[in-house]
């Protein structure tokens, strides 16, 4: 028996803002399907329009998976995670153990496949799509918390404008946002 996709089926129990009161809660498995649809329009957006020749596929794939250790971890607070460099240092090496925790319940035959999700090179381009697609993902639910009138946000919101803006140095990134963003700020009468 591998248990694997029954850990994973678990990503809907692992809930997201911990320390911050939310009109509606979110949890990875959630949040995580939004990561790989903003990550996919990434690439699509530098495929069709710049010229970019990646697989948008994949991308969405590595983004689904993105926040797999936190399934063992928990979410770890972002002021808790990013507090010092020595926390920072030893959480990612806690991702790390959980990560092949999880890669160790699927069949040897598959680990090496989905270890290429999971493990994905920090240099590459296709991580620095997911990166940008989960601060925007992040972003988009400070606004959502926001238009519900929940001022527990507006901090959030401030410190994750500035961290998306940090990817306007590519293209794919600064088009999505400027042609998508402002209507998550619209209600839905107001979206058509």
């Not at 601060?135 to 238009?147: G, N, Q, S, T």
């Amino acid at each position: 028996m591998y248990h694997f996709f029954a850990y994973m089926a678990r990503m809907k129990l692992i809930r997201r803002w911990s320390l911050m009161k939310s009109v509606s809660e979110e949890n990875i498995a959630e949040h995580s399907a939004q990561v790989a649809q903003i990550a996919h329009a990434l690439a699509m957006i530098k495929n069709k329009k710049f010229g970019g020749k990646l697989n948008a596929d994949r991308v969405a794939t590595i983004a689904l998976y993105h926040e797999t250790s936190e399934i063992l971890t928990g979410d770890l607070p972002t002021p808790i995670k990013y507090y010092n460099p020595e926390i920072r240092k030893a959480y990612k090496e806690i991702e790390g153990i959980a990560n092949e925790k999880l890669l160790g319940m699927l069949p040897e035959e598959l680990q090496g496949g989905y270890r290429e999700l999971i493990e994905v090179d920090p240099d590459s381009y296709e991580h620095m799509l997911v990166k940008a697609a989960d601060k925007i993902a992040a972003y988009i639910k400070c606004l959502e918390e926001l238009r519900s009138g929940n001022r527990e946000f507006a901090k959030a919101e401030a410190s994750l404008r500035e961290a998306v803006e940090e990817y306007y140095r590519y293209e794919e990134v600064r088009y999505f946002c400027e042609t998508f963003l402002d209507t998550f700020r619209k209600t839905l009468d107001e979206l058509e």
